[in-house]
């Protein structure tokens, strides 16, 4: 059993949990996952790692109620314990000395992961910049700890209600345009922001980095469920990634996948509401 | 001496009909009188051929002759002399293959049914709830860590805990069990009253297993080795990565390794989907692409997830059927329809990326390949499509990478399989052994057993040596 020691609401359900794991903290990296099983019933779900604390014993997790399963993990309180917690999962980013310009782009709760990889490029000493979107203001989280983890930080709203009115993308152009000399872009999101930074550094030569959550169940390469194609070979997120060269991941593939199981999702709702699960404390 | 009947006692079994739409176990096991019955059967040979088919070497001849005595607690205690997971084995192994392949009773007739009464013997034993006495450790007992939970991992575990080593088994999964939990169904083999059970009898006895724990990636084997005391590992991490056929279509909506179908239904339960988390989608009509265990696992499963049509397709025809004949005709006598002498082409999805075909082209068997089977052709012109809404490819699995790609010095051959010694299971690192499915590559239960039996006695000789130092 691994222990919640704290439980934060970060934004309407978005949730930031501290998981006392020391063994699993020992050994993370950036860039990789855990995956957790709330109790006998529940389903595995990978999140990727949003922060580690070696000393603590700690390893952080953000993560949004998008169905049944997150909800019972989101209706967990401070104190209580979640049954199966496993990980390292995944290969580390490449963080080292020496890359040069980094440019750190999360969206949405994506921002999660690529928080350690900014901290790490940063330690490592590179220059960081960092790009962070959001649909709008209220939603937008761990701007601190991504101002503090860059050397500079763009913030992006769809809405306009904070920083620059636009997306991610827009905010990286404005890098590109100013002859920011960048040699590698992380970019981790919902799919259709990877592909959009993808769609702008691609014509540009520019190495990109993204990080995929699709459909998995074991995390340890057994199930082949997490297959996405890269470059035109089939890859397994949890052993050959989760991090991949995007310009050549099949986004297209990877979206149709992840709508797999909608309908079953809607029926584990219904079933969650039925037998009163899933109310968020 | 008394007339021998020529065929064996009928296993009961579950109406197929019934049994078609429920997860229970299909075959019933003998009553005391059918199974003395059954062993009466057994000629005492003086020179006993089953043993040499049994991959362990179960005492087969002494254990039945308990068994006609109605020594009961005698004869499982014979079997457990060999073989640690009894009830299993009697359900899973190919007896066909083996023990029962050498009875001498099978030429004229058919052999005694020694797997059933391996099972009847093992089931007994485990209705009595029997109490098992902990191992007493010696204070300075050595240290084994066993990666994988499964066949060979188990085996291993408890013949090094019998012979007094600490053994902790790592598994990756939040199940003990290896393919008896995530693979093999609940209908050929129950998972609470067997798997689980065996699995704490094995923790009784004082091994330990965590769970949850990916050696590779929570702990590298130097790391166990080094900082975490263990004199010596034995790796068991099974096969590992589904194999596809590299077909356009083939990452669809509605495309399943048979890993991962067997993986959703047995280990999550999504049989019983909502009430446990795990979703699985089925629809009218399944494929499932192969011949062997494993397809007729994904094949059965299906139709009891309530598929109304569920075909194998198979290159080769029911004569190269690798799966044992029992559960070719297990699927058959529940509806399973088999699409022989075909070899899936493409996978046909609709406009938004769901399977709705599989094309398959017509193969014709030609002079027999390096397997002794005779090799498949295509017939030209002769392709067709199957409306399905699921496809399943049950076509194999190559090794996992996880545990060599952090393990220098422990060296793999070209396919990615470890390495290792065929009697000792020893690897090329010191102190490393390997066995079952991640050296061999994927074979059946009981030899993934008799690797990891092989392994603990070499794993005693290292230790013993190291310790002499």
């Not at chain 1, 790692?49 to 998008?66: H, M, P, S, W």
């Not at chain 2, 057994?42 to 001849?61: A, D, E, F």
């Not at chain 2, 699921?390 to 220098?408: D, K, L, S, Y």
């Amino acid at each position: 059993m691994f222990k919640i020691i704290k439980k934060e609401c970060l934004s309407p359900g978005v949730y930031r949990y501290d998981v006392e794991a020391p063994r699993i903290a020992k050994k993370t990296q950036p860039g990789q996952f855990i995956i957790l099983r709330v109790d006998e019933v529940g389903e595995r779900i990978p999140l990727t790692v949003a922060d580690f604390d070696r000393d603590k014993g700690i390893i952080t997790i953000i993560f949004q109620v998008v169905g049944a399963s997150t909800e019972a993990l989101a209706a967990l309180d401070e104190g209580d314990s979640i049954m199966d917690f496993v990980g390292p999962l995944g290969k580390k980013s490449d963080v080292r000395p020496g890359i040069g310009t980094v440019v750190c782009i999360g969206g949405g709760i994506g921002v999660a992961p690529v928080y350690p990889i900014a901290r790490g490029m940063k330690e490592a000493g590179n220059k960081v910049i960092s790009i962070m979107g959001a649909r709008n203001k209220d939603i937008l989280i761990m701007e601190k700890e991504m101002a503090d983890a860059s050397d500079e930080l763009l913030i992006t709203t769809d809405d306009g209600s904070y920083g620059i009115h636009g997306f991610v993308t827009n905010a990286l152009q404005t890098l590109i345009d100013r002859g920011e000399k960048i040699d590698v872009v992380y970019a981790i999101g919902p799919v259709v922001m990877m592909r959009s930074v993808v769609n702008v550094t691609k014509p540009l030569g520019l190495k990109t980095v993204v990080s995929l959550n699709p459909v998995m169940v074991d995390g340890t390469g057994m199930c082949g469920g997490c297959r996405v194609e890269v470059g035109g070979e089939t890859k397994f997120a949890c052993v050959d990634g989760p991090e991949f060269d995007g310009v050549l991941v099949d986004f297209k593939g990877l979206m149709e996948r992840q709508g797999m199981y909608r309908e079953q999702e809607n029926v584990a709702r219904d079933h969650a509401c039925k037998i009163g699960l899933g109310r968020v404390k | 001496m008394m007339a021998v009947s020529i065929k064996k006692h009928p296993m009961p079994e579950q109406d197929p009909k019934v049994r078609a739409h429920n997860f229970n176990e299909v075959a019933l096991g003998y009553d005391e009188e059918t199974a003395v019955a059954e062993a009466e059967r057994c000629l005492h040979c003086k020179v006993p051929q089953c043993r040499k088919g049994c991959p362990v070497g179960v005492n087969i001849p002494e254990f039945i002759a308990k068994i006609k005595k109605k020594d009961f607690d005698g004869a499982i205690a014979k079997i457990k002399e060999s073989n640690s997971l009894p009830a299993i084995c009697g359900r899973v192994c190919p007896q066909e293959n083996q023990c029962e392949k050498y009875c001498i009773l099978g030429i004229k007739g058919e052999p005694v049914g020694i797997g059933r009464l391996e099972r009847f013997a093992a089931d007994t034993e485990m209705a009595k709830d029997k109490e098992i006495k902990p191992i007493e450790y010696a204070a300075d007992a050595q240290k084994v860590a066993v990666i994988g939970a499964g066949p060979a991992g188990l085996s291993a575990a408890g013949d090094l805990a019998r012979l007094g080593y600490r053994v902790t088994i790592f598994e990756a999964l939040h199940t003990a069990g290896g393919v008896l939990s995530y693979g093999i169904p609940e209908f050929p083999l129950p998972k609470d009253k067997i798997v689980k059970n065996e699995i704490a009898n094995l923790e009784k006895l004082g091994v330990k297993i965590e769970l949850d724990s990916v050696v590779g990636q929570l702990y590298t084997i130097d790391e166990l080795m080094d900082e975490e005391g263990f004199d010596a590992v034995f790796v068991g991490t099974g096969a590992g990565l589904p194999h596809f056929m590299h077909i356009p279509g083939e990452n669809l909506n509605g495309v399943y390794s048979a890993n991962e179908f067997l993986t959703r239904s047995n280990l999550m339960k999504a049989y019983k989907f909502p009430e446990y988390g795990t979703p699985i989608r089925v629809g009218k009509s399944v494929a499932v692409v192969g011949g062997g265990n494993v397809a007729m696992d994904g094949a059965r499963t299906a139709l009891r997830l309530g598929a109304e049509h569920v075909y194998i397709v198979y290159r080769r025809g029911e004569e190269e059927l690798p799966a044992r004949k029992e559960e070719v005709h297990h699927a058959k006598e529940e509806g399973v329809e088999f699409k022989l002498l075909n070899n899936p082409v493409a996978v046909i999805g609709d406009d938004k990326g769901w399977v709705k075909a599989i094309k398959c082209i017509k193969m014709e068997l030609g002079e027999p390949d390096e397997s002794g089977r005779r090799s498949p052709k295509p017939v030209e012109g002769s392709e067709f499509e199957i409306p399905v809404d699921t496809v399943i490819m049950a076509i194999g699995q190559g090794p996992n990478p996880i545990v060599a790609r952090t393990t220098p010095g422990m060296e793999t051959n070209k396919r990615g399989n470890i390495i290792a010694d065929d009697e000792t299971c020893a690897t090329t690192k010191a102190g490393v052994f390997a066995g079952g499915d991640i050296v061999t590559g994927a074979a059946t239960v009981i030899l993934a057993m008799g690797a990891g039996k092989k392994a603990a006695a070499a794993i005693d000789e290292y230790l013993k040596k190291k310790r002499a130092k």
